[in-house]
């Protein structure tokens, strides 16, 4: 956001499930995401606001709620934070292995042939398909009360798919994220 922008930080980074008023869990149907978030949308759209001067901070708040809970991993994420979970940069730990299995990857990806890219993007998007399996499983398992030990797993296991999703960027330049929308 630019130095001129009205909007507060911490309205920005609120929490999202607070903010479409969804439960905090990490399976959530992407209908409801979206139904809750136009039912919100229609309710405070700043068109319809007239005079009120709050209008346009709720709708960017929806916005961005809606952005956060539409990709499975920024959603885990912000369930992760709203846990007491701590951030990727203050726990930047790997599962054992995980960091020598993918420089092993990346160099096979580096020296195939071009031809080869849509087998490399099979893989990756089937090991995301692995890791938001496994992040529904470790979160249930925690709640409602999680551990030390949950909240440091489920950490590990974003910080190891983040790498998934940087690999598919580099497979991939026009790729789908996580939600399903094209990355530039």
Do not use: C
């Not at 869990?25 to 309710?43: K, N, Q, V, W």
């Not at 950490?155 to 999703?165: D, G, V």
């Amino acid at each position: 956001m630019g130095e001129g922008s009205s909007i507060r930080f911490e309205e920005m980074h609120a929490d999202p499930f607070d903010v479409l008023g969804l439960a905090p869990t990490f399976d959530i149907e992407p209908g409801l995401i979206r139904s809750t978030y136009l039912e919100e949308m229609a309710r405070i759209h700043p068109d319809l606001a007239r005079g009120d001067d709050e209008a346009a901070r709720r709708a960017a708040r929806l916005n961005q709620a809606r952005e956060v809970l539409d990709n499975p991993e920024t959603r885990a994420g912000a369930l992760l934070r709203r846990l007491g979970g701590a951030e990727k940069d203050a726990d930047k730990s790997l599962p054992p292995g995980f960091l020598m299995d993918m420089m092993q990857t990346r160099e096979a990806i580096e020296e195939s042939v071009p031809e080869e890219r849509p087998r490399w993007h099979a893989w990756a998007a089937k090991e995301r398909e692995g890791y938001i399996a496994r992040l529904s499983r470790h979160f249930k398992a925690a709640m409602p009360d999680p551990s030390p030990e949950h909240l440091g797993e489920i950490r590990r296991e974003l910080n190891a798919w983040r790498y998934i999703e940087r690999l598919i960027e580099q497979v991939d330049p026009g790729r789908e994220d996580a939600s399903g929308r094209a990355q530039d």
